[in-house]
């Protein structure tokens, strides 16, 4: 199984400004995805994140606020950008590899950031 | 577009008793996972279920999934406080590794 690393694993930052989540896996994934999980709600899907391409993203998600790179197939950056207080949340990467019965995505432990 | 429920939202139950959480899903998958969240924590696996008719134990809980129904359940018997939690699950559209959460079960177990 891999290990997912996310930084920082909190932070509260002032709301206009940037704050960029890094995501480094101990082995190479496929796959690797972005979540947002808002205070006492559940998880919802942002984007995947392409290794060497642009990111996919899901309805309601766009890159201007959230821009993410993949440069190889061990790391990934989430930028959650122009930040206002409905950003606060955590956010989660997972990374998935090869396809088989025993196989599943394995989570980060979140980035939890608060916008003041 | 696929869509996941969990029923209930809010679970408060004593010690002992035993009850059921369900997930229901709104399209073809083979692929479903159960996760426990504690408060201000990550995710923690508890079942992957990746066949029609899987069944997993694990202590008290017990899930299964039945892809043609497109229902999982998890299953507490004689639950305890330690249990208290938000219960996620999750369907996987075959193949892709990107997750569709359920809209989570926050369990309460009454001391």
């Known amino acids: 199984s891999a290990v997912i690393s996310q930084k920082p694993s909190r932070d509260i930052c002032q709301r206009g400004t940037s704050l960029t989540i890094q995501c480094q896996v101990d082995s190479q994934v496929t796959m690797m995805f972005w979540y947002r999980q808002q205070p006492g709600q559940s998880l919802t899907l942002i984007a995947t994140a392409n290794q060497g391409s642009e990111a996919t993203y899901e309805s309601g998600f766009v890159i201007d606020k959230f821009p993410i790179s993949r440069p190889n197939l061990t790391f990934s950056t989430l930028t959650v950008s122009n930040m206002s207080p409905e950003d606060s949340s955590i956010y989660l990467c997972s990374g998935g590899s090869g396809w088989g019965m025993n196989t599943e995505a394995f989570f980060g432990q979140g980035t939890r950031l608060t916008v003041v | 577009e696929l869509k996941v429920e969990q029923n209930p939202l809010f679970l408060s139950m004593q010690e002992g008793k035993n009850y059921t959480i369900y997930c229901n899903y709104s399209?073809?998958?083979?692929?479903l996972y159960w996760y426990r969240q504690d408060p201000g924590k990550s995710l923690e696996s508890l079942f992957v279920l990746l066949s029609n008719g899987a069944v997993k134990q694990e202590g008290r809980l017990m899930a299964s999934l039945d892809t043609k129904a497109r229902l999982s359940t998890l299953h507490i018997t004689a639950a305890v406080h330690d249990l208290s939690a938000t219960y996620f699950c999750?369907?996987?559209?075959?193949?892709?590794?990107?997750?569709?959460f359920g809209t989570g079960t926050r369990l309460k177990v009454l001391a």
């Open positions: 399209t073809t998958s083979d692929r």
């Open positions: 999750a369907v996987e559209p075959s193949g892709t590794y990107k997750y569709i």
